[in-house]
């Protein structure tokens, strides 16, 4: 009785790992596997505190693949902070920024009751709480919220949800932003895709690393299910994981993710695959006559929730893939990231419709080519633009030429894809919902013109040129110069400053402040009135952060 006393104690003292705002008692705690008499015994947090701090990324690495810490061990309390934080491209961020953003958010630091009003970027199916208590899953949401409203880039991004609720089974609210916040920003891996043209390409490169490197469990698959089936079943593979794993076993695979980065996930995706293959073309197994009764599609998600393998035996299934390089799997994902980019512009540029409704509308295909792919604009804003454009320009079908959703957060990138176009429509969405924006009548290369002096001209662009706004308001703000009589006295120069461009910034509008300014990292900018367009400030505020920044040409204009 002694002895049992003495070890549910032990255990006792073991939960307390765990925050408050996690429910232990719902936390089974499964040993990885038996102890062996050679085992060595698990490694401590100074031991790996010192690698990571020396740079040893590959020691490390070995390390928490083999490790069998069980889930309510104390290490990871240090560890997953610190795994995260090795990740950080930006500067360390100050002792207290995470509230000084919730503040300027909520108001307060306090924890509402009510439920909050989570960011675009999350799917609400897959907020999945683990074993958080109430107070827990709010702190989930308003780590999300902060980091939608510090990141507005993020437009896509269902994984977010869980890996946040992950980390806060062991560490602070604060760590848990903090650690996010280094994923994010990491340059040199990949671990949270922000977009659904990524997400999409994650999942199409397991796709096609598992028919290579896996074909047997891929063979399978495609057995028991049409092809079109199988591409179902390969778009839910984070959820194989994050959703369908015990939390014994993605608390392990997690171990391993925040150091490795998103190439853990592909790896244990496979291994999944392969398990499923092996432990289903047994005649005499379970899974096999749980194939045959529930379909493919049961059967797999049946058998993650059931994992019949250790996390050890999981991880080291994922991990004995030959051939399977970060390299090599980047290659493959960039590959069909560059596909995928290429579809819209295939689609779109095919024989154009010369076509225009006597209703002064966009034709169908305009339609469907601006909604498949905006993140801006709804059809009746559409319908709004659409009579304030050119009527010339109403007869060709508009191309989505840049997106910072896709092409990232660059003037670079944005002179690339877009110079060479003429006009060209400029659509601006903040971080407050705010959707703005400018036609632009002249090509963006018109920034490099020289005179014959050799000097660059300092603006360009002709009257054609207008400034609109869609939302709280609708809007147009045309060049003054158009509503201008015949006899009345000419025009200031300041008055025809339509365009201007450098490495360093775009401005839209000029003579006695700017209608719309951005920065060279399409993050932020500022609009203000204009003698060019006698504009109001086309966002309350003035200053404003970029969420999404998408320009539309028009084929064979």
Known sequence: ????????????????????????????????????????????????????????????????????????????????????????????????????????????????????????????????????????????????????????????????????????????????????????????????????????????????????HMKSAAAHLARHCSDARSERIYADWLWWILQGLPFTHLVRVMDCFFHEGIKVLYRVAMAILFLFYKYSTCQSSEWSAELAAQGVDNALTKFCRQMPVSPTKVLRTAFSVRGLSSSYIQRVFVKTEMLLKSKPVLSNSQQISRSRSSENLPTSQSQNNIQLVSHTLTIRELFTLWSWLPVRITMYQPILLYTTEEHGCSLTTFYVRVEQHEPTLLMIKTSNNEVFGAYCSTRWYERNVKDDRGNRQAYFGTGETFLFSLYPERAKYPWVGMEQSPGEKQLNHSAELFLAADHKMITIGGGEGQAIWMDENIRYGKTDRCLTFNNPPLCASGDFEIRVLEVYGFAGA
Request: hydrophobic share 40%; glycine share 2%; aromatic share 8%.
């Open 1 to 212: 009785m002694a002895v049992m006393l003495s070890t549910l104690e032990e255990e006792s003292d073991m939960y307390e790992v765990f925050p408050a705002h996690v429910d232990t008692s719902s936390i089974p705690i499964v040993p990885d596997s038996p102890a062996k008499k050679n085992a060595k015994p698990l490694k401590s947090w100074s031991e790996i505190s010192s690698l990571i701090q020396a740079g040893r990324k590959r020691d490390v690495k070995l390390i928490l693949r083999e490790q069998g810490w069980p889930t309510n061990h104390t290490i990871r309390a240090q560890l997953w902070p610190a795994l995260c934080k090795q990740h950080s491209s930006s500067r360390p961020m100050q002792d207290g920024f995470y509230w000084e953003l919730v503040n300027q958010l909520f108001g307060t630091t306090d924890v509402s009751d009510k439920p909050m009003l989570l960011p675009a970027f999350v799917e609400n199916t897959h907020c999945l709480p683990y074993h958080l208590t109430r107070r827990g899953r709010s702190l989930a949401d308003r780590v999300v919220c902060v980091l939608g409203f510090s990141c507005p880039d993020i437009t896509y991004s269902p994984a977010l949800y869980p890996i946040a609720a992950l980390l806060l089974h062991f560490m602070s609210e604060e760590e848990c932003y903090n650690s996010l916040a280094s994923l994010i920003s990491s340059k040199d891996k990949t671990f949270i895709t922000q977009t659904k043209l990524l997400n999409e390409a994650t999942w199409r490169t397991v796709m096609l690393i598992t028919k290579k």
